[in-house]
């Protein structure tokens, strides 16, 4: 379900969205120059990565969506279109460079940018006045996290979900997937073909535990 944003979430005529396209892309290019790990790729992900994540997202139930790593918002733009009046998001990064971007160019009020990193997530959850997330998507470059933080991360993020709630990501590499696959009950994949490179798709779903879905 798409919900009609009541205001714009970036303040822009069609002149201005293309002047925004260019500085996210030099950006988002600069920050790859300068931390190439932690960025893991020289151009955002592809719109056909973004339509297929989010296309399992049921809008209507989602009050509080998180985004890790948004770089320059290539995802966040498009949650915020999709997301109810009455929803937030929580844009967590550890580029300083990115965070200051996404402040400056998305004027939206129910979006947060936070500086810091994932692994804190169930912290910055409180801090933010929430219990639980519905939904995590994840554009970390897995495989380029030490083990450890990356299996804390995704624990954290099994923690701070809801039950029925998601935690989605895309990699180059199946790191992420294998991850999730550990972690949570349930797991959908995917293969987006028209990113560069191709792109692994995983949607981990945390289940109710069993009593509680035998009551219900
Ligand atoms: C491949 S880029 C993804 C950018 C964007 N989401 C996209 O799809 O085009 C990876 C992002 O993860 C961020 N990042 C890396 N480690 C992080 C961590 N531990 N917590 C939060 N963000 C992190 C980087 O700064 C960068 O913005």
């Known amino acids: 379900m798409t919900f009609e944003n009541p205001s714009p979430t970036l303040d822009r005529p069609p002149r201005g969205e293309f002047l925004r396209f260019l500085r996210a892309a030099a950006v988002f290019f600069r920050g790859f120059l300068e931390n190439p790990a932690m960025v893991a790729s020289v151009v955002p ?3 056909a990565t973004i339509d297929a ?29 999709c ?34 990193s994932a692994r804190d997530v169930e912290r910055i959850v409180h801090e933010i006045g929430e219990s639980h997330a ?14 450890d933080v990356a299996q804390e991360i995704v624990a954290a993020s099994y923690a701070v979900l809801r039950d029925g709630g998601a935690f989605m990501t895309y990699q180059f590499r199946p790191t992420a997937r294998a991850l999730t ?26 289940e109710a535990p069993a009593a509680a879905r035998e009551a219900a």
């Open 45 to 47: 992900s592809s719109q």
């Open 53 to 81: 994540m989010l296309a399992k997202v049921d809008w209507a139930r989602c009050k509080l969506f998180v985004e890790y790593g948004p770089g320059v918002g290539t995802f966040t733009t498009r949650i915020l279109d």
């Open 83 to 116: 997301l109810p009046p009455d929803g937030r998001l929580l844009a967590i990064d550890t580029n300083p460079r990115f965070v200051a971007f996404l402040r400056e160019t998305i004027t939206d009020p129910r979006l947060e940018v936070v500086l810091g």
């Open 134 to 147: 519905d939904y995590i998507i994840s554009g970390l470059p897995f495989s380029s996290l030490p083990e």
């Open 181 to 206: 696959a550990a972690q949570f009950e349930r797991i959908d994949t995917g293969l987006a073909l028209f990113n560069i490179p191709l792109c692994v798709l995983a949607w981990g779903w945390k």
